[in-house]
């Protein structure tokens, strides 16, 4: 896909100590690392939940289209990391000279080239998964292109970033399934907060105006209101079609529903703690840091959202297993940034 949530971002804290800590350029490590920073490889750990939740609203288990689907995901993201970085080089030069294009540790060509590989092979994937799957897949990676070359800095950017993710998210329910009209309000809510977090992200170069960040922190509140509704399931809904007296008594719970339940707010609560401190404090000072570290917030809370929408779904299985993503990017972004 591309930079998503922090793609206009511009991110801070470097200078002599970053530079010292940094391998040679040259080195094995040094190109390693380069390539780890272009990539923003622990962003990847927010990319498999899309294609979970989608097939947990589609109301099918993951199988091995799944798979494949979750790789054509990983391909595409990635893509647009490096298409990225290589449209914003020289903006980069100017901006953050220590990123990986602009301080020459790797060169714009590769960084093209491997935007074009990437693609075809997310792509060639999602072919691999059915003819409903590649339908999603080939718009999704025309957005990722279209955003990264054009819409970007313009109003449509953050738009465009929401219907990249929710179109991931469908992608995993029509590789399953064949078909993704049932995870489509996932697909809503899970734009939406992309929405919000890139509309925050275009102002964290320079810092900017405290709406952006109080928006942001009032759609994270209604989100996990939505999220957190009672979703009756199908024997409940019959219920009430019955007639005669059982069809004035309150439907008895399915089996299961309160540990759903709770595991959902739980989650749900994990999502806006995620987001609101960064959020208000960026509302009170939207400086550039804290702008950053809002923005990076709300990447890390992409996870548990991911996870509340399975959850409310098919159970606390399948959002557990999206769950315990979350520490593993968090580890991996205190040696790799995401921004």
Known sequence: MTRRENAPGRQGGTGEAATRTRPEPHSRSGRARAWAELLRLPALFSVPGDALAGTAAAGSPPNSRTLLAIGSSLCLYEAGMAL????????????RPHRPL???????????TAACVLTAGGLALAARAGRPALAVAAPLAATVWAYDLTLKHTPAGPVAMAAARGLDLLLGAAATTGRAREALPSAALLGTHTLAVTTVSRQEAQGGSPLAPLAALA???LLTRAVTNRRPDHREAAAHDLPGPRAARPPEPAPGRTTTAHV?????AAYAATTARPYVHATLNPSPPLTQRAVGAGIRATIPLQATLAARSEGPARALLIAALAPLGARFAKKVSVT
């Open 84 to 95: 990225n970085d290589w449209a914003d080089r020289e903006v980069d030069a100017v901006e």
């Open 102 to 112: 602009p301080s020459g540790r790797v060169r714009p060509s590769a960084a093209l």
């Open 219 to 221: 759609t994270t509140a």
């Open 264 to 268: 959902t707010t739980l989650l749900a």
